[in-house]
């Protein structure tokens, strides 16, 4: 086994699903190994932080956090790439494997874990998943201990009372948004292969669409969001690319979704842990949405932003996210 990778992850976890399916895309031999309790020990040689998913790379090193992770990988792979071509498309991609990461996650989290139907249904899925060979009344009291410890976490992703009926909303609008895109028969965001984008959002709504009340929604009004999601838990190179010209009817209107919700909550998030603030609120369309700072997101912000640095020279980037509403060049202080 010199040569293959090992994947510590859990099928409920968005970040180990969009890896494994990286992996496989790339074609390169890897391992799927699911945490549970019976392989700690050896998970812990890996895992600088006890989270998922984590990868023991074939020279026996711990790779952690699943952008940085592709990013590794792609960099010693880049064949077939996940990276168009285009300069603007592919910092256009990198922007929504971002959004997908942060703002997808904080969808899917929510619901999963907001009403009492979803928090049961998940919690029993990740007891099964720990316990494989445990007895009824062990499953079950695994599930309840998983309930309570998850439903006191939605503080982390903002997830509150006041909070609840406009994730509900922002979670409808991206559907609505996403469904014309795909319901063409447009296999990934950027054409025919997946980019980078595709495995940062496509992994959270794939979770969603486990949990019952994400469920009947994707079913009713994404099913050909939905069919994207499960082609990426194998997704393969059908073909090239498209152009800007050509994604753009479709793609813009996601584009301009990042720009009214996902940025501006970035920029509060980041002003609030610049001015170590315990709280903000950010005004976008629909109502004020408050929240603790959320600490990660400051990090992968900036790493965008210098992505976007990197390619802020490019006339086509700049018009394309100035039509959307994206403004990465002007952010305040510390933001």
């Keep these: 086994m010199a040569d293959v990778w090992r994947i510590f992850g859990s099928e409920m976890s968005p970040y180990s699903i969009k890896v494994r399916s990286y992996f496989r895309y790339k074609g390169l031999p890897h391992v799927w190994i699911p945490r549970r309790a019976e392989n700690d020990e050896d998970y812990r040689r890996y895992a600088r932080l006890p989270i998922i998913p984590a990868v023991a790379t074939p020279d026996d090193r711990g790779l952690q956090d699943s952008t940085p992770i592709i990013e590794a990988v792609e960099a010693a792979h880049p064949e077939p790439s996940v990276h168009p071509d285009d300069p603007a498309l592919a910092f256009l991609s990198a922007l929504i494997e971002e959004f997908g990461d942060e703002w997808g996650n904080k969808l899917m989290f929510h619901h999963r874990w907001w009403d009492p139907v979803d928090q049961d249904a998940a919690a029993l899925v990740l007891a099964r998943l720990s316990l494989p060979r445990g007895t009824r009344d062990e499953v079950n009291g695994r599930a309840a201990m998983i309930k309570q410890r998850m439903t006191g976490r939605g503080g982390f992703v903002g997830s509150s009372a006041a909070t609840a009926p406009l994730i509900s909303r922002y979670w409808l609008e991206l559907l609505d948004i996403l469904e014309p895109h795909f319901a063409g028969g447009r296999r990934y965001l950027f054409g025919a292969r997946p980019a980078f984008a595709d495995f940062g959002l496509a992994p959270q709504l794939y979770e969603a669409s486990m949990d019952p009340t994400c469920s009947a929604d994707i079913r009713a009004r994404g099913p050909a969001v939905l069919d994207w999601c ?106």
């Design 230 to 335: 499960h082609r990426m838990l194998e997704p393969r190179d059908d073909g090239p690319f498209e152009s800007w010209a050509s994604l753009a009817p479709t793609l813009a209107p996601l584009l301009a979704y990042v720009g009214r919700y996902f940025l501006p909550w970035s920029k509060a998030n980041a002003a609030a842990l610049a001015a170590g603030e315990p709280e903000f609120s950010v005004d976008l369309p629909g109502g004020a949405y408050a929240q603790a700072p959320q600490k990660y997101h400051a990090r992968s912000l900036a790493a965008l932003k210098a992505k976007y640095a990197a390619a802020s020279g490019d006339a086509q980037l700049n018009a394309i996210l100035a039509a959307a509403g994206c403004d990465l060049a002007n952010w305040p202080a510390g933001a």
